[in-house]
Every structure is written in structure tokens, then in C-alpha cells.
């Protein structure tokens, strides 16, 4: 299984960048896809997710209204589209990837429910 991230670069506060994660040797159309973030110093968190099944999607507070998570299942891709960045923003981004059959918040926001993960793509927001 390998998760390949990219998109990531330096952009000022208030701008935009896609973030990409290309997946080979997996399922993928039934894998819930799921970014995460690691700031420096701090623990990595759950971002967004979008449940394989019901396409539903899932998003922590800190992110809600202005990224959006989506998914092309012919190209094996997950996208995060992150608008409005901010300089809290900055960390590495890793996407991952499980069959979750729970269709919860608290199942695509966990870390132990994934058992694939990218490299990280580093992000930084300037002030």
C-alpha cells in the first residue's frame, strides 16, 4: 500500500492550496480517506475525512467551513482543499487510508482506525 502526498508549499495567510494523495495497492473505493495534520511540537490531529460508503464527510472545528475534503475514486485520489489558511495552519499534512465500516465521526476522526499512511506533505502559512 502506498499513499503518495503532495500540493503542499508556502503560501500567505488568507490563501489556498490543494493538498493531493494518490493511493496504489489498496482498495480504494472502499477505503476512507482521511488527512492529518502534525504542527511542530504538538501531537498529530485528525482534519477531515469522507467515509467510503455513504461519501459522508467528516471535519474537526479547527478546519470546518474552510477546507473541503473530496474524492476521485477512477483516479484513486483524495484531495483536500484548503481556503482561507491560516499561520495555525502550518504542519505536515499526511493522508490515510482504512476500511471503516462505522459510519461515526469518532471512527474517521481516530488515528487507530487507519492502518495506511502517507509521507506527509509540509504546508507553511505565513503571517
Known amino acids: 500500500v502506498q499513499l503518495q502526498a503532495s500540493g503542499g508549499g508556502l503560501v500567505q495567510a488568507g490563501g489556498s492550496l490543494r493538498l493531493s494523495c494518490a493511493a496504489s495497492?489498496?482498495?480504494?473505493?472502499?477505503?476512507?480517506m482521511a488527512w492529518f495534520r502534525q504542527a511542530p511540537g504538538k501531537e498529530r490531529e485528525f482534519g477531515a475525512a469522507?467515509?467510503?460508503?455513504?461519501?459522508?464527510?467528516f471535519y474537526a472545528d479547527s478546519v470546518k467551513g474552510r477546507f473541503t475534503i473530496s474524492r476521485d475514486n477512477a483516479k484513486k485520489t483524495v484531495y483536500l482543499q484548503m481556503n482561507s489558511l491560516e499561520p495555525e495552519d502550518t504542519a505536515v499534512y499526511y493522508c490515510?487510508?482504512?476500511?471503516?465500516?462505522?459510519?461515526?465521526?469518532?471512527?474517521?476522526?481516530?488515528?487507530?482506525?487507519?492502518?495506511?499512511w502517507g509521507q506527509g506533505t509540509l504546508v507553511t502559512v505565513s503571517s
Open positions: 495497492g489498496v482498495t480504494f473505493s472502499r477505503s476512507t
Open positions: 469522507i467515509n467510503w460508503r455513504s461519501g459522508s464527510t
Open positions: 490515510a487510508a482504512a476500511v471503516i465500516n462505522s459510519g461515526s465521526y469518532y471512527s474517521a476522526a481516530r488515528m487507530s482506525s487507519y492502518n495506511s
